[in-house]
């Protein structure tokens, strides 16, 4: 498995009146720790986009399980379980700073040729990444 974390701060405009997040900063969070997730492999989602592949999101799943609040610090994490070929499954969570499993979920990505718009397969460079890493935790 390959597993990434990152940290952050709920901040203010991510919630509601009742200083909740609000369940679509989510998604964000998800985005977020994908993001990193690349980065750490050292193939960071600009190169990506620079070796002439976008990763459209396909489908989001998110189970929501407690709220996450304003001042709390949330651990968001991003797991992938094997490597892919059309598709990239990350399974994704987010803890407050108690261990609280806030929400769960999964993202599916494609991969898109930029110029043609057609369906591709993932990056070479990308699952080469994933490959060294799929055994780290």
């Not at 974390?5 to 991510?14: G, L």
């Not at 989602?45 to 620079?50: F, G, V």
């Amino acid at each position: 498995m390959v597993y990434s974390e990152t940290i952050f701060p709920v901040r203010y405009y991510e919630t509601d009146q009742m200083g909740i997040v609000h369940h679509s900063n989510y998604i964000r969070y998800f985005e977020c720790a994908r993001n990193n997730m690349m980065a750490e492999f050292g193939y960071p989602i600009e190169k990506c986009e620079e070796d002439g592949v976008t990763i459209p999101i396909v489908s989001v799943e998110c189970r929501y399980r407690h709220p996450a609040k304003m001042g709390d610090v949330l651990r968001v994490v991003a797991m992938i379980d094997k490597v892919p070929l059309a598709k990239l499954w990350i399974r994704q969570a987010v803890y407050n700073q108690d261990g609280d499993l806030c929400v769960e979920g999964e993202v599916t990505l494609g991969f898109l040729n930029k110029e043609t718009g057609h369906p591709t397969r993932c990056p070479e460079l990308l699952v080469k990444a994933i490959e060294a890493h799929i055994n780290d935790k």
